[in-house]
T-cell receptor
């Protein structure tokens, strides 16, 4: 089991460029998430998905788009990168809590360090 | 709205000493509670979680946490710290009903001195 993998590990963009971050999980989890991590701010949720073909906005969705065409993959897109999007991006997946259906334990990928110049 | 506060940005303890990391949350009911650990350059890993039942929960690597409803706290403890415990620790709160979002605290970085 590879768990949760993220591609690429590092990327440098110029302002205005676009890119897609790929997240893949092999645990057959229903739920997937994209977070950004900035110093002193913990993790903030960008977008999430509770199943194939569904996505929803998190806490900081502006400037990002996502797609979940396959259950095992969750893509995060930056259409026009800005310096404020310099951050470390983490993908996570989760199974639903057996009673409530809400998020249980999340499994995280190793992160993508993105710098926007 | 849900929120999580970790009052200590960083803590330094000596190897072999005990550890307590503080976490306070704001939520209208008893939430789901988690502690995650992040080693440098890596993703987060679950240490332990509380959903209901016994308020003292055991986790991996010898960690435990106690849920105190009256204090809205979920502090993490370890009786004897090892050098390999140096990492960043995140407390997190999840909704019991009506949501899939988990709110993370800002984190506490643990330094261990020999």
């Amino acid at each position: 089991n590879a768990g949760v993998t993220q591609t690429p590990k590092f990327r440098v963009l110029k302002t205005g460029q676009s890119m897609t971050l790929l997240c893949a999980q092999d645990m057959n989890h229903e739920y997937m998430y994209w977070y950004r991590q900035d110093p002193g701010m913990g993790l903030r949720l960008i977008h999430y998905s509770v199943g194939e073909g569904t996505t929803a906005k998190g806490e900081v969705p502006d400037g990002y788009n996502v797609s979940r065409l396959k259950k095992q993959n969750f893509l995060l897109g930056l259409e026009s990168a800005a310096p404020s999007q310099t951050s470390v991006y983490f993908c996570a997946s989760s199974y639903p809590h057996r009673r409530s259906g809400n998020t249980d334990t999340q499994y995280f990928g190793p992160g993508t360090r993105l710098t926007v110049l | 709205a849900q929120s999580v506060t970790q009052p200590d940005i960083h803590i330094t303890v000596s190897e072999g000493a005990s550890l307590e990391l503080r976490c306070n949350y704001s939520y209208g009911a008893t939430p789901y509670l988690f502690w995650y650990v992040q080693s440098p350059g890596q993703g987060l890993q679950l240490l332990l979680k509380y959903f209901s039942g016994d308020t003292l929960v055991q986790g991996i690597k010898g960690f435990e946490a106690e849920f105190k409803r009256s204090q809205s706290s979920f502090n993490l403890r370890k009786p004897s710290v090892h050098w390999s415990d140096a990492a960043e620790y995140f407390c997190a709160v999840g909704a019991i009903t009506g949501g899939f979002k988990t709110i993370f605290g800002a984190g506490t970085r643990l330094f261990v001195k020999a």
